[in-house]
């Protein structure tokens, strides 16, 4: 098979069942390729831009590196169970949950891919929408709804092998670094930045909530990297490219979107994309358009995926089915809801990932028995298909979020869940004597 055309095997798509070794294509080079070009998008300026005013720019800036940094590794470290398994993220996840248990985490993962999948399609078109009002003074937020979202999934049905070879590395990378350079020259030489950082927060922000905001960012895309991650050639180079490409392009658009917000006196309507609209005849925000439809793929692609290892379906079919839905729930909801959305996310999938990445790395040392995660009966059946102990970590884990929430909320919910549900399955599996699997291929 071509490097160049996608996986039409259905085996080899199947989240069940791990990509063969000679359909492992992606380098250390790839991964950085699609996770940096994933780590830029226009939710993430906004992201960035509502640090603004709770922070001032310098300790959004602060909270942007920490947060970056802390989620990259997390998120590379997720990507090595991927590469280690060859399996999807939603199968990858039955040696820890069960082989029952792991379909509650796939409906979450569903839900979650669809809001994220809207959420993209509303801000791509509301980008389009500004830049075509402010160049031609004409709106159409409908039909810029309706493009973005046959775009995306059409790009879903070429697959992930297709999507990166063809798009990504031929010229979908070299739009977003150019209009990336571009926004950050203009803002480097505009007469505004001494001042910016000069300017203080109002205080209606901690740092640590500042730091879970960005930590939500790539903690949404855990559920995600197994997919891509599987047809990596290598586990360590899946770490280093995913890791490094996310971390660089999370700071950096964190950062646009923090200074652009304090620069451009930034309130919660659209003076933020109306600035950069206005940034270099708006070609910088054009090239980031047109380059933002990756991520509407990976979300549609990787529900397709999570719900492929529920009901069996064909990756194709599925992947059309939600780039409709997506594409219909954007037609009809706002933008607004979305850092709740954010922060709803984190609380969810922080905590299971602490137990995965415990279990996989800590107790199995990274060994699986992929034959056997079809097998309610087997090693990983656990109790009717639950892996109570796990679920029970999990649990607590979410409960530890709200609870510091609620109570400091100036110290952050995202780390302390973490570590939590991490420690708390631990130490609840130095009780229960684990199966010995043997070494995944």
Same mark, same amino acid.
């Given at each position: 098979?071509?490097d160049?055309?996608?996986?039409s095997?259905?085996?080899?798509?199947?989240?069940?069942v791990?990509?063969p070794?000679?359909?492992?294509k992606?380098?250390?080079?790839?991964?950085?390729?699609?996770?940096?070009?994933?780590?830029?998008?226009?939710l993430? &300026?906004?992201?960035? +831009? =509502? $640090?603004?005013p709770? !922070?001032?720019?310098?300790? %959004?800036?602060? @909270?942007?590196?920490?947060?970056?940094?802390?989620?990259?590794?997390?998120?590379g470290?997720?990507?090595?169970?991927?590469?280690d398994?060859? &399996?999807?993220?939603? +199968? =990858? $996840?039955?040696?820890? !949950?069960?082989?029952?248990? %792991?379909?509650? @985490?796939?409906?979450?993962?569903?839900?979650?891919?669809?809001?994220?999948?809207?959420?993209?399609?509303?801000?791509?078109?509301?980008?389009?929408?500004?830049?075509?009002?402010?160049?031609?003074?004409?709106?159409?937020p409908?039909?810029?709804?309706?493009?973005f979202?046959?775009a995306a999934?059409?790009?879903?049905?070429?697959g992930?092998?297709?999507?990166?070879?063809?798009?990504?590395?031929?010229?979908?990378i070299?739009?977003?670094?150019?209009?990336?350079?571009?926004?950050?020259?203009?803002l480097?030489?505009?007469?505004?930045?001494?001042?910016?950082?000069?300017?203080?927060?109002?205080?209606?922000?901690s740092?640590?909530?500042g730091?879970?905001?960005?930590?939500?960012?790539?903690?949404?895309?855990?559920?995600?990297?197994?997919?891509?991650?599987?047809?990596?050639?290598s586990?360590?180079?899946?770490?280093?490219?995913?890791?490094a490409?996310?971390?660089?392009?999370?700071?950096?658009?964190?950062?646009?979107?923090?200074?652009?917000?304090?620069?451009?006196?930034?309130?919660?309507?659209?003076?933020l994309?109306?600035?950069?609209?206005?940034?270099?005849?708006?070609l910088?925000?054009?090239?980031?358009?047109?380059?933002?439809?990756?991520?509407?793929?990976?979300?549609?692609?990787?529900a397709?995926?999570?719900?492929?290892?529920l009901?069996?379906?064909?990756?194709?079919?599925l992947?059309?089915?939600?780039?409709?839905?997506?594409?219909?729930?954007?037609?009809f909801?706002?933008?607004?809801?979305?850092?709740?959305?954010l922060?709803?996310?984190?609380?969810?999938?922080?905590?299971l990932?602490?137990?995965?990445?415990?279990?996989?790395?800590?107790?199995?040392?990274?060994?699986?028995?992929?034959?056997?995660?079809?097998?309610?009966?087997?090693?990983?059946?656990?109790?009717?298909g639950?892996?109570?102990?796990?679920?029970?970590?999990?649990?607590?884990?979410?409960?530890?979020?709200?609870?510091?929430?609620?109570?400091?909320?100036?110290?952050?919910?995202?780390?302390?869940?973490?570590?939590?549900?991490?420690v708390v399955?631990?130490?609840l599996?130095?009780?229960?004597?684990?199966?010995?699997?043997?070494?995944?291929?």
């Amino acid at each position: 098979m071509s490097d160049n055309l996608p996986i039409s095997d259905q085996e080899a798509y199947d989240p069940l069942v791990p990509v063969p070794v000679n359909k492992r294509k992606l380098s250390a080079l790839d991964a950085f390729s699609l996770w940096f070009s994933l780590g830029i998008g226009l939710l993430v &300026l906004q992201a960035g +831009a =509502a $640090l603004i005013p709770g !922070l001032s720019l310098v300790e %959004a800036l602060a @909270a942007i590196a920490v947060g970056s940094c802390a989620g990259a590794v997390l998120l590379g470290l997720a990507g090595v169970i991927g590469a280690d398994t060859g &399996l999807a993220t939603m +199968a =990858a $996840l039955r040696p820890t !949950l069960g082989v029952r248990g %792991a379909s509650v @985490a796939a409906v979450l993962n569903i839900v979650q891919l669809v809001g994220w999948g809207a959420f993209e399609i509303i801000a791509m078109r509301d980008a389009a929408n500004t830049l075509s009002q402010n160049t031609f003074q004409f709106g159409a937020p409908a039909i810029w709804t309706l493009l973005f979202g046959a775009a995306a999934t059409g790009l879903a049905i070429m697959g992930p092998l297709g999507f990166i070879r063809r798009f990504l590395r031929s010229y979908g990378i070299w739009l977003l670094l150019a209009g990336a350079a571009w926004l950050t020259f203009t803002l480097i030489s505009g007469p505004d930045l001494t001042a910016a950082l000069a300017r203080k927060g109002d205080g209606s922000l901690s740092l640590g909530g500042g730091i879970d905001l960005v930590i939500a960012m790539p903690l949404s895309w855990l559920p995600l990297i197994a997919d891509y991650a599987r047809f990596g050639k290598s586990a360590k180079g899946m770490f280093r490219g995913s890791a490094a490409g996310y971390a660089i392009a999370n700071i950096w658009f964190f950062a646009l979107g923090a200074a652009y917000a304090v620069s451009a006196a930034y309130n919660p309507d659209n003076m933020l994309l109306s600035a950069l609209a206005m940034t270099g005849g708006g070609l910088a925000l054009l090239f980031i358009l047109i380059d933002e439809t990756d991520n509407i793929f990976a979300d549609i692609f990787s529900a397709a995926t999570s719900l492929g290892a529920l009901l069996h379906f064909r990756i194709k079919h599925l992947a059309i089915l939600f780039g409709i839905v997506c594409t219909a729930i954007a037609l009809f909801v706002p933008m607004s809801g979305f850092m709740t959305f954010l922060y709803a996310i984190g609380s969810v999938f922080t905590p299971l990932y602490g137990v995965l990445l415990v279990d996989h790395f800590l107790i199995r040392k990274r060994q699986v028995e992929v034959g056997q995660i079809r097998n309610p009966n087997g090693i990983y059946g656990f109790t009717f298909g639950l892996h109570l102990i796990a679920f029970a970590a999990w649990v607590i884990g979410i409960a530890t979020y709200y609870i510091v929430l609620a109570r400091m909320p100036a110290l952050g919910a995202t780390l302390p869940a973490f570590f939590a549900a991490a420690v708390v399955y631990w130490v609840l599996s130095l009780f229960r004597v684990q199966p010995r699997p043997t070494a995944a291929p």
